[in-house]
């Protein structure tokens, strides 16, 4: 080991444990230093922060805070630059005479193009670049089928996906990394030169990013979204979870009232927790149980790892996907766009009670219970007939836990335009709010309007104009609506 500068960049690993990257540069050298930068092709810190949702800046920004503060009692300082990565990590390399720059890999089209760049301008000035899986149990490129073409179709995926997991949990793979300790931070006459540089090129520094972050997101219910930043709460809410409620996930995960969900997807995202801690934690519970019932919920769990890897996989191997439907017939589906039915589900404001809980608690909370996503999801493309491009942009807009993968899969599944066997799915909205929210406690609690209205009238649609309350009637009628969007989906099957 030597002492040489070398740069940490940290994206989607807002996080000192088990970080693969940073545990790999922490062999090479003690002398580290941390940097996060804000790129402005993702995040408008001079526009109320538009190009990010306001509660994911809050959940970045509070992180951000918290994971400086680890960077410090290590010995070290983590900086946060505002500014375009492709020119901000060479200069900020060679102000500070660093040997190399070590990251952990992002797998979206626009970082993938981003990272070659870089790496390209920084082997040109003979700074070494290393760029690590980390945030994927299994990386894209040692997942391939038989003909070694890529996956489209999750369960195919998801048997190799559990083989492969197994087996690299065998050979020790999967094995989560110690905090590195002792790091050396800059020296005076670094700091000096890194905060002249930023002088001279208006370039932000840490604090102000970090205050205007917090001050400009415009997210005041933090208090109201399960999702809670930083490594610290990331690790104590999947204790918390494989602890006391995964042996029975298969029993409650799909029931939006009971939020007895692992409240991790955030932490995902931006990477407070690793996947390898909570495949661990599971696997954890899973060898502790001895009742069948309850590995079945906890496989249960893990398959929900496997499908987060699968997004992600066929983001990377199928980047068209960001731009439009898998399936190309959907290109010319007759979506009618109606902006008063946009405006109505946006707003929580369809008249169909499960469909204006859902998007209220999105609206207030920033964020959505997955079956309420899907259920939403449904209502807008298949009784809505609007293109659900534009409810995934809205998502994007407003969930804490955004990620282009993951909320691109879900719409397009929703959709029947993605990577989905199954020909058609439309959801009734009231059968579902019947299964899942049987006594109405969800609906209740965020359409209030509706707390005196008996459960019967509610489920059934049936509400009684005196007990309205101000509650609008439905904007359609699904049997309805359901007809005349499979008229149109004949439309792009019959060639």
């Not at 997101?217 to 490594?231: A, S, T, V, Y």
């Not at 990477?271 to 919920?297: D, F, L, V």
């Not at 068209?320 to 404001?349: C, H, M, T, V």
């Amino acid at each position: 080991m030597n002492n040489d500068r070398y740069i940490f960049w940290h994206r989607r690993d807002l996080r000192l444990q088990d970080n693969i990257g940073l545990s790999f540069t922490r062999e090479i050298t003690s002398s580290i230093i941390g940097l996060f930068i804000l790129d402005q092709n993702l995040i408008d810190t001079n526009d109320h922060c538009l190009k990010i949702s306001p509660p994911k800046l809050w959940f970045l920004a509070e992180s951000l805070l918290e994971l400086r503060t680890k960077w410090r009692d290590c010995g070290s300082d983590l900086l946060v630059l505002y500014g375009d990565p492709i020119n901000l990590i060479p200069k900020v390399a060679k102000v500070i005479h660093s040997k190399g720059v070590v990251c952990n890999q992002n797998y979206e089209p626009y970082e993938v193009k981003r990272d070659l760049i870089i790496k390209g301008k920084l082997e040109k000035d003979l700074i070494k670049f290393f760029s690590l899986n980390d945030q994927l149990l299994i990386p894209p490129n040692e997942i391939n089928t038989i003909s070694g073409g890529k996956y489209s179709v999750y369960g195919p995926f998801s048997k190799k996906w559990f083989i492969k997991v197994f087996s690299a949990e065998e050979s020790g793979l999967i094995k989560a990394k110690d905090i590195p300790n002792n790091l050396i931070g800059l020296n005076q006459q670094e700091h000096n030169n890194i905060k002249n540089y930023c002088k001279q090129n208006s370039v932000i520094e840490s604090d102000i990013n970090l205050e205007r972050l917090l001050v400009n997101n415009g997210f005041k219910n933090n208090n109201l979204c399960p999702c809670i930043p930083g490594e610290i709460a990331a690790n104590k809410q999947l204790i918390n979870f494989t602890n006391n409620f995964i042996e029975k996930y298969s029993l409650t995960r799909d029931h939006p009232s009971e939020i007895l969900t692992s409240k991790l997807s955030a932490s995902f995202t931006l990477g407070t927790i690793s996947c390898r801690q909570a495949w661990q934690a599971s696997q954890k519970a899973r060898q502790s149980s001895n009742n069948y019932e309850h590995i079945q919920s906890i496989t249960t769990w893990q398959k929900e790892l496997a499908w987060r890897e699968f997004y992600q996989h066929a983001m990377y191997n199928f980047p068209e996907l960001s731009q439009g439907p898998f399936r190309k017939k959907w290109k010319s589906f007759r979506w009618e766009n109606k902006q008063q039915y946009i405006d109505a589900w946006i707003n929580g404001l369809t008249g169909v009670p499960i469909i204006d809980a859902a998007m209220r608690e999105l609206n207030e909370t920033g964020w959505m219970h997955n079956r309420s996503r899907m259920i939403v999801a449904s209502f807008l493309v298949k009784d809505l007939i609007c293109d659900w491009r534009i409810g995934e942009k809205y998502f994007m807009q407003k969930l804490v836990d955004a990620d282009l993968a993951a909320n691109n899969g879900g719409w397009q599944w929703s959709a029947s335009s993605g990577m989905d066997p199954k020909p058609l799915r439309i959801f009734n909205p009231y059968r579902q709010a019947e299964k899942f929210d049987f006594n109405c406690n969800y609906i209740k609690k965020w359409v209030p309007e509706l707390r005196k209205v008996s459960r019967s009238d509610i489920l059934s649609g049936d509400i009684p104009s005196l007990e309205k309350n101000g509650y609008p009637d439905p904007i359609i009628i699904h049997k309805k609506q359901q007809s005349y969007f499979k008229l149109l989906y004949s439309e792009i099957t019959i060639n």
